[in-house]
């Protein structure tokens, strides 16, 4: 008696209810859901090879840091002209250069307040900050009589700042 004859005998014996027999259908879509999942990430792992990259350490920035640097510098510029006018301006911009780092890198909302709400506490380490500094800059787009002190606009552009440098879009904060 071999080993099939062994296993022959159970089979015999559950083909005989129903219930056995939806079983092992249901356990066969399974598995075939398995083998259908297992070569899908292996194409994305072998054919598109960033995909290991991503699925490992997360989203990165594409390659548009340079103009990521740019945008930035000339926030920091109002900041060391300490033009209190355009402290204003400069919560927008970096409100602004968040919401398209996040665009690129593949986030999904309409605005950096959609973007922010989709998060999860991990992805960003000071995701509270942000949301704060995100509606400070709501604030300032939808009021135009709203007084914006210059420490409340350093801290404001600071939790972009470091958003921005945690994602790697910017190289160093400045402020």
Not at 111 to 119: D, Y
């Amino acid at each position: 008696m071999g080993l099939l004859d062994i296993i022959k005998i159970p089979n015999q014996f559950l083909e005989q209810y129903a219930t056995f027999r939806g079983l092992k259908f249901i356990m066969g879509v399974y598995l075939i859901i398995i083998v259908i999942n297992i070569i899908i990430l292996l194409y994305n792992l072998i054919i598109k090879k960033h995909y290991w990259w991503d699925f490992h350490y997360g989203r990165t920035m594409p390659k548009t840091r340079g103009v990521m640097n740019q945008r930035w510098r000339e926030i920091v510029k109002i900041f060391q002209q300490q033009n209190s006018e355009r402290y204003k301006t400069a919560v927008v911009e970096g409100k602004e250069i968040l919401f398209d780092a996040f665009k690129r890198i593949g986030y999904d909302g309409n605005t950096l307040g959609e973007q922010l709400n989709l998060m999860i506490g991990h992805q960003i380490s000071n995701l509270e900050k942000v949301k704060e500094a995100n509606q400070i800059a709501e604030n300032v787009i939808n009021d135009v009589n709203y007084v914006l002190e210059e420490d409340v606009a350093r801290e404001t552009v600071i939790s972009f700042g470091e958003a921005l440098k945690e994602i790697e879009a910017i190289g160093e904060i400045g402020l």
